[in-house]
């Protein structure tokens, strides 16, 4: 910039000279493709016949940095994760910004150099975007939101709505690490070194799983945590989940945070695994091709769906049945 | 509801219970749309091959409802118009909403039923969406944004960058009425009752236009008004643009409101108007068929490119000139 701006002001959402100079030296310098350059208000794709898979999420965590993460990695990596759990892979997002009027400008390109590096690792490009400022009173910091689209290869048909009965239930690896990971960087809790979120783009675990045939569903367990999610999957295809407490992995430092806390793990968030709902006969091939992937490596059945009553039972390690109901109420804010 | 709820709560955006209720009440019954009913984390779409637009904006305008319009209306006309700029018919939106705990239901309810209604208008399906909420102090009501994809009619190619020396440059009506609508809206200063926002989509004003050929660049002129839009097309194309001042119309309303509080109505946003570029030999027909359509009934020939020094000269009704810069500073912030 001319003068080096060190903080936002609403002068930068105004449309006018200021935003001008943001988005190129803050915005397409760091995010640089052939299609973002182009300048007009919307991007021009080429795309194949075929079917697109279309989706938005807004990212809204705080702390805006925490360790394995940060709100530009997120927001990256969710939008992407939602178009690979319908099977498709992931081509392009746009993204918005919505910033408070003061935010240190360092702040801004370290979340959209971090967009940047997801998006390169996922394999992405980020080909049109906007920028909104408003008064610090009406925003503590940043809000993103990104939308994609990606392409469902011919033949591939995964969706919530598909489980059946005798289908095998499988989690990608160990739960929570993202809501506990946050949750510590909110106050430290003292969780050891290896604690960080397992923010991570998931195409590449999910295409070869998709290439072995028999996948019903996918989705990534984030806000409400596996709990939640299996519900989700209960009620779209009125089956019966069952799941074996012992199998769900579980990190130390998770399950430690998560007593000390009084959370269950189960209910955490996550945005680097998915839960996988296969085929009883091809579950063994599919875990297979999972724990060839350092983000499978852990992957782990846990369950399988049953004819009978929509809805989610776990059963402990020490035999005992109980309900795991969807999330209720809110302990765990502005997670993602 | 089961029990109804009135404002909304942080529970609304955990990912539980409570989300899925509001998605079920709120958002799909109003929406209804096979695709959104899919009820998967993406959508899917099934496209013909060829050129798409794809682009996203979010809308943080305050107050949220004013005389022709609100945030939902805007949210969706300002992406719709966004695709239609790129020459691309709108097909499918996205949405997002980050909400500030407290938010009375029924104004949640009265914006989805906006985004309903102008999405009915515009003929584009809103397919998929999300939900955050944020504690009231950090986001004072409702913030939206929205993606939106299109379809690239073979044989079109407008841009920012295709201006020519000789081209004519048109502007689809008056301008600064959605930015004296809202500002008086803010704090009443006596406009009169036909005062009212402009906010509409301008697909069906587009496609008769593109069919005349001849159509180089299109732009609808929102944050930074005319005077910025001009701007971007001259820096994008290196053109030097002369406007008549006389010939751009203003409604008086507009003029009053503006001289009130020192403003300039070319540097006022606008959210269903815009501004083209065409070949001079068909600039008639393009004015013919603009007219014939209600939101463009006002359209106007209001200057031309030539070669020189990149930017704009305003020749004002003395004969004057003066350079016409983009807007320095923000005088307006959250106008859309």
């Known amino acids: 910039m001319n003068q080096r701006e060190n ?25 640089s493709n052939p299609i973002l350059l182009q300048g007009d208000d919307a991007a021009e794709l080429t795309l194949e016949a075929g079917r697109l898979a ?16 940060d709100i530009g990695r997120l927001a990256v990596c969710g939008t992407v994760n939602d178009l690979a759990m319908k099977g498709a892979r992931p081509l392009y997002l746009v993204a918005s910004f919505i910033i408070g009027e003061g935010l240190m ?15 390169a690792e996922a394999g992405v490009s980020i080909v049109s975007g906007d ?16 939308a994609g689209i990606g392409r469902i290869e011919a033949g591939w048909t995964v ?17 929570g690490d993202h809501g506990m990971a946050v949750m510590n960087a909110r106050g430290d809790f003292g969780l050891g070194g290896e604690m960080a979120s397992d923010a ?27 709990a939640t999610t299996l519900n989700e999957l209960a009620e779209q295809s009125k089956v019966r989940i069952v799941v074996e407490e012992e199998c769900v992995p579980v990190r130390d430092w998770v399950r430690a945070g998560a007593e000390m806390l009084g959370l269950d793990p189960l209910y955490l968030a996550n945005e680097g695994k998915l839960v996988a709902v296969v085929e009883a ?56």
């Open 7 to 31: 903080n936002i002001t609403l002068a930068h959402g105004s449309g006018g000279r200021a935003m001008h100079r943001l988005i190129a030296e803050v915005f397409r310098s760091r995010l």
């Open 54 to 69: 279309f989706t938005t999420d807004s990212y809204v965590v705080r702390p805006l940095f925490f360790p394995g993460g």
């Open 105 to 119: 400008m360092d702040i801004l390109e370290r979340v959209v150099d971090s967009m940047a590096q997801a998006a």
């Open 131 to 146: 920028t909104k400022v408003v008064e610090h009173s009406a925003c503590d910091g940043l809000f993103v939101t990104t």
């Open 159 to 175: 969706s919530g709505s598909n489980v059946r009965p005798g289908d095998v239930i499988i989690v990608s690896g160990t739960v």
């Open 200 to 226: 991570a783009p998931l195409w590449d675990l999910v295409a070869p799983m998709l290439n072995c045939g028999g996948v019903r569903a996918l989705r990534d367990p984030t806000r409400g945590g596996l």
């Open 281 to 336: 006969e091809r579950a063994d091939d599919i875990l297979k091709v999972m724990r060839a992937n350092q983000k499978g490596r852990e992957a782990a059945v846990i369950g399988r769906a049953e004819a009978g009553e929509p809805g989610v039972i776990l059963r402990t390690s020490i035999g005992s049945h109980r309900p795991l109901l969807m999330l209720e109420g809110e302990h765990l804010p502005r997670i993602c």
